[in-house]
């Protein structure tokens, strides 16, 4: 993977009239060890940044196994952690993905020593709690399963394991404002969805306040626009309530309705440990940054929020939209496929589906489609869009249809 610093993260970190500095991401990654570290390693990394003014860290449980569960809090000590936003990040759940560890290792040690402006300014915003090795007993094995063989990331449910009662105990106990879970995808894997990193969050849907789709999907914007200025490739998923709540973003994110991210990092041949942190540190830098300065007031892209009037798009013959007639699901009459036709240029980053001027998503990848819940639907005809943004977050192509959509218990075809 190519790191293509065609951009400095230092200019999204503060207000614009900072004066450029290093690259942060580079910074940040070139504090990550050639080797993982052990867990003994971990614990006295810990031990020291305790020492520091920024950081506290504490055991939030014990294994199956007798280890501690270490979470590290790092915050401008001149402020109560509580009194600020807090996001909270869960590595490696799996303990066979080392890079989450190592990601929120160096972000602790750069966040704990870093004079920069732009990191001390965040850091009088938002707390960041940080549980750098959520599954010792695995990494310890480099086992995906917990001491107990449990799959934690099957555990969100049940909440059967010591490491997940712990977190759940964080979660409750802090209520941060977002959560943030990292993890590593196999080198080779069948599934479509596994062939590069990703990137999951929440999607907009009628048993969700809108607000948090929204906010899911400004982040993600956020998030992939960033990816691409490094050049570090990134699908976005999405979650919507009826996935499987087994897994602690979706528990997060559809049972406790906090904004909530699963990003996936790609193993396998040219992507270093270093590769994969750079990704997991820049999409940690960029959610932190959406809590600092975006989360209530004006959102960084604009049009990505619910506009009233959007403004027509300049024409752009290298990227077309066309928008297809929605199909309704057989199967569900709950469910209803838009899709679109997507020609996508150079300047093309990505697109969203837009019901009655709400966007309902927000998606970087082909198929273009999005399954709309039609209870979200009003009666009578609604207004479907598809529209296409580039990479600063201007519409460039657009299309439009007025349908209507037949409500659920309502025969097909009445
Ligand atoms: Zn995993």
Sequence with gaps: ??????????????????????????????????????????????????????????????????????MAVVHDPAFQPMSLRKMLVIARQHGNEPAGT????????????????????????????????????????????????VDLNRDWQALSQPETK?????????????????????????????????????GSCSTLPAVLGERCGRTSAQVS???????????IYYDTPGDDTRLCHRHFGLGHRVPSYLFESKTGR???????CSYHV??????????????????????????????????QPETRVALMEPIADASSEDRTLLCADVQAGEEFAYLTFEMNGRVLVLTNRDPWEYWLDRRQCSEGPVEIVARAYDHAGQCIAADRRTVTLVQPGTALGE
Excluded at 183 to 199: C, G, I, M, T
Excluded at 293 to 313: F, K, L, N, T, W
């Design 282 to 315: 820049l999409g940690m830098l960029v959610i932190a940054n959406q809590l600092a300065y975006h989360h209530d007031g004006e959102p960084i892209v604009p049009q990505v929020a619910a506009a009233p009037a959007p403004r027509e798009p300049e024409p």
């Design 166 to 202: 712990a977190i759940e105990g964080v979660f409750l106990a802090w209520r941060p404002d977002t959560v943030i879970d990292l993890h590593e995808l196999p080198a080779f894997s069948s599934k479509a969805s596994y062939q590069e990193n990703f990137v999951e969050t929440i």
């Design 270 to 276: 040219g992507r270093s440990l270093s590769d994969r």
């Design 102 to 149: 190592e990601a929120a290792m160096a972000l602790l040690r750069h966040m704990a020593e870093s004079d920069g402006r732009a990191e001390t300014e965040l850091l009088k915003r938002v707390a960041l709690l940080v549980i750098p090795m959520a599954n010792p007993d695995g990494a310890s094995r480099s086992s995906r399963r917990n001491g107990a063989g």
């Design 1 to 70: 993977m190519i790191m293509k610093r065609v951009a400095l993260l230092a200019i999204a970190l503060a207000c614009a009239a900072l004066p450029v500095q290093a690259d942060i991401v580079a910074d940040i990654v070139s504090r990550v060890p050639a080797q993982p570290h052990t867990y003994a390693e971990m614990m006295a990394a810990l031990q020291d940044l305790h020492e520091t003014e920024r950081v506290t860290c504490q055991s939030i449980g014990k294994t199956t196994g007798g280890r501690h569960i270490a």
């Design 225 to 235: 626009v960033w990816m691409k200025r490094y050049g570090i490739p990134l699908n």
